[in-house]
């Protein structure tokens, strides 16, 4: 993706026409991912830790799933936040997977997807926290996973995330609340905190303004 900004380098995967798709640029910008969204003023890890660490379990038995890993920048903010505890991390591509693997903080990799059909493919009713940074949207995460993230938690454990409030992403931000609120209606989950936080600190194309994203903490109940 040489002579494309940070901005058009970005804007590939957000912008994909399929998942596949997305995939396959995500291999190619892999090794540039950081240093890209580091100029862009990517600062979605540390609102969501901001807004979520005072609720986590934090001991050296709690078990955290980084899911959508990528290259591990989202467990990264929590262990320099002081997190004590496990991290797994899943992500379906291969590039991104390896980029993550060498930050040495995981126990587990799996490079794997997760689909809106199948339960997610880690151990169930085990984990303290899933942390989902950047992977709810178009040709990412698909919204009906929801249900399946939530039973890889233990009672009492927390769906973490952010969704980034664009034009472009709010009719799949729709969707995702509505699958979510149907398993608060069901009695699954509990909101325990949502925020509106900066998510990219340089103005975006889309909006000429820095991009916000909504950060979520769910808590399972059965």
């Not at 640029?25 to 890209?36: L, N, P, Q, R």
């Not at 969204?37 to 001991?59: E, G, M």
């Not at 980029?99 to 587990?108: C, V």
């Amino acid at each position: 993706m040489s002579g494309l900004n940070e901005w058009d380098r970005l804007g590939k995967v957000v912008y994909a026409e399929s998942a596949n798709q997305s995939e396959k640029i995500y291999s190619t910008w892999a090794k540039d991912y950081e240093k890209d969204v580091s100029v862009l003023k990517f600062v979605a890890n540390d609102s969501l830790v901001k807004h979520s660490f005072d609720l986590i379990k934090n001991d050296e038995s709690s078990l955290m799933l980084d899911l959508a890993a990528g290259t591990g920048i989202t467990a990264l903010a929590y262990k320099n936040a002081g997190y004590k505890g496990i991290c797994d991390a899943l992500e379906i591509n291969a590039a991104m997977m390896e980029i993550a693997k060498q930050k040495g903080i995981y126990r587990n990799t799996i490079c794997k997807g997760v689909t809106a059909t199948d339960p997610v493919p880690v151990q169930q009713n085990s984990y303290d926290v899933v942390a989902i940074s950047g992977a709810f949207l178009e040709n990412h995460l698909p919204q009906g996973c929801v249900p399946y993230v939530v039973d890889v938690l233990t009672i009492g454990g927390l769906m973490i995330f952010n969704s980034r409030n664009t034009e472009h992403n709010a009719n799949y931000q729709k969707i995702l609340w509505e699958i979510i609120e149907g398993q608060v209606n069901q009695g699954r989950i509990s909101l325990l905190r949502s925020v509106e936080a900066p998510y990219y600190e340089e103005n975006c194309p889309e909006s000429g303004k820095p991009m916000t994203a909504r950060v979520a903490v769910y808590k399972r109940l059965k």
